[in-house]
């Protein structure tokens, strides 16, 4: 990621991503996901934010967040 007008979208995908397991879907409360939307651009704006995509057929499959 280096291009943080696009990271909420991004963070977006990946929170989508995960809710397709039933257990992290019930984890990810509105709050959770506002959590971790501030942890992410906290990590963005500090250098750290690995944020990666693998995508089949121009839609993304899975994602790896660190």
């Known amino acids: 990621m280096e291009d943080e007008t696009t990271l909420d979208e991004e963070v ?5 991503l995960m809710a397709y397991d039933p257990a992290k879907e019930r984890f990810l409360t509105d709050v959770m996901r506002t959590q971790m939307k501030a942890a992410v651009h ?3 704006q500090a ?7 693998l995508e089949i057929g121009g839609q993304k ?6």
Do not use: E, H, R, V
Request: charged fraction near 5%.
């Open 42 to 44: 906290t990590a963005f």
């Open 61 to 66: 499959a899975a994602a790896y967040l660190n």
């Open 47 to 53: 250098g750290w934010l690995q944020l990666a995509f």
């Open 12 to 16: 977006d995908a990946f929170l989508a």
